[in-house]
Structure formats: structure tokens, C-alpha cells
């Protein structure tokens, strides 16, 4: 199975939510790319970039496009940016 959005959109899940103004999903490959103002937020963490690749089987994350990351916890807040990549 594979699909594609344009605009606009939102995926919420179990692990994490994204939102991007475009998507594709290969279900053979077993990954999301995203691109276009993209979001990431899972379990405290905000990530944002131009484009973002997801694999779903390892759960790896890898933010393209001067990503930028916040982390919040309970103790504090941690904040990256400046960088390629960023692998969550």
C-alpha cells in the first residue's frame, strides 16, 4: 500500500504526530518522507525541518533542512538547531 497527500496534513499515531504540507507513505519500504514545513512531536519533543524521513519497523527519525529541536521534561528544556541532520 502507498499514498500521497498534498497540503496540509496530519498523522497521529501511537508513537508520535506529524504534520507536514506533504506526504508520502511506502508501505513496501516500511517509511514516511515528509516535506514542507515539517513537524515531529513525540513524547516531549518538538522537531521541525523541511524534510523528514520515518521508518516505521525501527522507529528512526531523520530531519533534513536546518531541523530544529526542543526538548522539554520536567527537569528542564534542551534546545538544537544549527545542524544537517537530526537522527530522533
Keep these: 500500500i502507498t ?3 498534498k497540503g496540509r496534513t ?3 499515531s501511537s508513537r508520535l504526530n506529524l504534520v507536514a504540507d506533504f506526504f508520502d507513505y ?3 519500504a516500511g517509511t514516511v518522507t515528509c516535506n514542507g514545513s515539517v513537524e515531529v512531536r513525540q513524547e516531549g519533543v518538538l522537531a ?6 520515518y521508518t516505521i519497523a525501527t522507529g528512526e527519525i531523520i530531519m533534513k533542512g536546518a531541523p530544529k529541536v ?3 521534561t520536567t527537569t528542564g528544556r534542551s534546545r538544537f538547531e544549527g545542524m544537517e541532520e537530526f537522527y530522533l
Aim: aromatic share 6%.
Design 70 to 72: 526542543q526538548q522539554t
Design 10 to 12: 496530519t498523522i497521529e
Design 3 to 5: 499514498y500521497r497527500t
Design 48 to 53: 521541525t525541518g523541511e524534510s523528514m524521513v
Design 26 to 28: 511506502d508501505g513496501v
